[in-house]
């Protein structure tokens, strides 16, 4: 009798597990799946406006509509957790070389993660401000981060906080809860991550296509960041720029679909179908010619280079561009 208890106890429980479980229906969900899917999900906001958070949107109205337009985000959706991008990459010695804005290691991470609040039992969304590409790559560059350890169990929100706001839709302004999750690195992929050699080699050899995720100006060498000892690109380098990523819609920004990036990618030069590897300045804008390249259009043979032309040119390692007055 015990023992016919104890299965029915256990099916019962299963039931319930699994009757609240969720299948993630890719790397992007939309505003329509999160608000049927709340409780079933771990949101957590990703920004560097820590104080976004907590501040009310703010909104303009069309003196000829009368509808509302969002100028400002702020506010969370409702239960979410949030993520200070600021503190997403550190500091690390390469060579003796203390080099900034890198992938935390593992249990690094892991701390990070697991002090915002975040568990290991549900799927987590990843919500961006979406108003610029820049936004939306802080959301991606964490994405990354966690596939590199292992977590596949997540997703971005399509338009972000600003779809999320614009669609009217309830936020809060309430502080962040304060709890400590328990989510841990379920892997290492070392194969995500790609090196100054291994670009070497792909300027070199052409064997991987590498994809310069910057403004044009920055590609061409007309201009550079401060940290960025020389202008130009690497040799070799295909541009993909930020501004091809994401359509406006209605005070937001939403990804293409399939097709059109299969589409921009071949306008610029770039195969769908070779290994490829994204750069940036430092590996923040570089995060979202990976998302695109290896989750959207799926080459899993992309890898995104961690440090970028920031640790490129401080190993002294050449750029080309255009020539300068």
């Not at 993520?83 to 997403?88: A, N, R």
């Not at 994809?211 to 295909?238: C, E, M, N, W």
């Not at 937001?252 to 679909?257: E, K, P, R, S, V």
Request: hydrophobic share 40%; with cysteine; aromatic share 10%.
């Amino acid at each position: 009798m015990k023992k016919i208890l104890f299965l029915l106890i256990a099916c019962i429980t299963l039931f319930f597990s699994t009757a609240h479980a969720v299948s993630l229906p890719g790397p992007v969900v939309s505003t329509e799946w999160l608000a049927a899917n709340m409780t079933n999900v771990q949101i957590l906001e990703v920004r560097g406006d820590v104080a976004s958070y907590t501040r009310l949107p703010e909104f303009e109205v069309d003196k000829k509509t009368g509808k509302k337009l969002l100028v400002e985000v702020g506010g969370h959706i409702i239960g979410s957790n949030f993520l200070d991008f600021k503190k997403v990459r550190v500091d690390r010695l390469i060579d003796g070389k203390k080099i900034k804005y890198l992938i935390p290691e593992k249990l690094d991470f892991e701390k990070i993660i697991q002090a915002v609040g975040i568990n290991s039992d549900k799927p987590i969304i990843l919500v961006p401000v979406a108003l610029d590409m820049s936004d939306i790559d802080e959301a991606l560059r964490t994405y990354w981060q966690f596939k590199v350890y292992g977590e596949d169990n997540i997703a971005v929100l399509d338009g972000g906080m600003a779809g999320w706001l614009s669609e009217g839709r309830d936020f809060s302004t309430a502080s962040a809860a304060k709890s400590i999750g328990n989510w841990t690195a379920k892997a290492e992929r070392q194969e995500l991550i790609a090196n100054s050699e291994q670009v070497a080699a792909a300027s070199k050899n052409g064997q991987s296509t590498l994809i310069d995720a910057r403004q044009p100006a920055q590609f061409l060498g007309l201009s550079k960041r401060d940290y960025v000892l020389t202008y130009g690109h690497i040799a070799g380098g295909k541009q993909f720029a930020p501004e091809l990523l994401a359509k406006s819609k209605k005070g937001a920004l939403y990804f293409w679909d399939k097709n059109t990036y299969q589409a921009l990618f071949l306008a610029n030069d770039i195969s769908t179908k070779m290994p490829a590897i994204s750069y940036c300045n430092s590996g923040h804008l570089a995060a979202g010619g990976w998302f695109v390249m290896s989750e959207l259009v799926g080459n899993p043979s992309t890898k995104l280079y961690d440090g970028s032309l920031y640790l490129w040119t401080l190993e002294g390692r050449p750029t080309v561009g255009v020539p300068l007055n």
